[in-house]
Nanobody, 127 residues
Framework: QLQLVESGGGLVQSGGSLRLSCTASPFTLEWYYIGWFHQAPGKEREMVSCINNSAGAAYYADSVKGRFTISRDNAKSTVYLQMNNLKPEDTAVYYC????????????????????WGQGTQVTVSS
């Protein structure tokens, strides 16, 4: 069973930056499509960004375009989410998710498309 562990969350002031990491074990991530989602209290889990296994295609929610960057290092079985210019509305628990990639052209933008999830890391942005 693939295990995902997120790290890098914390408390930051508005305009600040954080880098989240998602590390997988015991399998490598090279065959997996990866997504980052966030969930604020009382709200549904929403996609923030996702990336195919070769890092050839990445997608972002409109709310984070130009501020967040997803990247991956398959050799380290780690996916990153660099978050810049953070806003209070970015406050949420952030989860990484993985799914075996069968077709790199399919954008895995919905949570139901993923079978493997991490435990989440809290990001709090103060105004």
């Amino acid at each position: 069973q693939l295990q995902l562990v997120e790290s890098g969350g914390g408390l930051v002031q508005s305009g600040g930056s954080l880098r989240l990491s998602c590390t997988a074990s015991p399998f490598t991530l090279e065959w997996y499509y990866i997504g980052w989602f966030h969930q604020a209290p009382g709200k549904e889990r929403e996609m923030v960004s996702c990336i195919n296994n070769s890092a050839g295609a990445a997608y972002y929610a409109d709310s984070v375009k130009g501020r967040f960057t997803i990247s991956r290092d398959n050799a380290k079985s780690t996916v990153y989410l660099q978050m810049n210019n953070l806003k209070p509305e970015d406050t949420a628990v952030y989860y990484c998710a993985a799914e075996i990639q069968t077709d790199p052209s399919i954008v895995h933008s919905r949570s139901v498309m993923y079978d493997h999830w991490g435990q989440g890391t809290q990001v709090t942005v103060s105004s």
